[in-house]
């Protein structure tokens, strides 16, 4: 298994969530974010309420959880053995559906889940 290929597949997985997130919501005008802010919010600076977003977004977005909760698992468990203890490669493709991913997002994750049970099932 590589350990350290796995981890930097995770790493990137949830980099490329959160910069795809993030420049989303910057090319939202001003209004529109304010819609989904708390009204104490609505005077703070625009940096501020998209840092605000991404926060939100680190803690509600489901599959980046899960993302994050493998990486976890696997930088502190010595005992990692299987990929069935992570959350994330174990998805059952309706909840994709559910969380709106396309069927070129679906297709897109399912190479990151090929790469990383390549990585484990190395040598």
């Given at each position: 298994m590589d350990k350290l290929r796995i981890k930097d597949l995770f790493r990137n997985k949830i980099d490329f969530y959160l910069n795809e997130f993030s420049n989303r919501i910057t090319k939202l005008p001003n209004w529109k974010i304010n819609q989904t802010l708390p009204s104490s919010l609505h005077d703070s600076t625009?940096?501020?309420k998209q840092e605000y977003l991404i926060e939100r977004f680190k803690k509600e977005n489901t599959?980046?959880?899960?993302?994050?909760?493998?990486?976890?698992?696997?930088?502190?468990?010595?005992h990692?053995?299987?990929?069935?203890?992570?959350?994330?490669?174990?998805?059952?493709?309706?909840?994709?559906?559910?969380?709106g991913f396309?069927?070129?997002?679906?297709?897109?994750?399912?190479?990151f889940i090929e790469k990383v049970q390549s990585a484990f099932n190395q040598s």
């Open positions: 625009l940096n501020e599959l980046l959880i899960k993302l994050q909760t493998d990486l976890d698992l696997i930088n502190s468990n010595e990692f053995n299987s990929l069935d203890q992570l959350k994330s490669i174990n998805i059952d493709p309706r909840e994709f559906e559910g969380m396309s069927e070129s997002q679906i297709e897109e994750f399912n190479n």
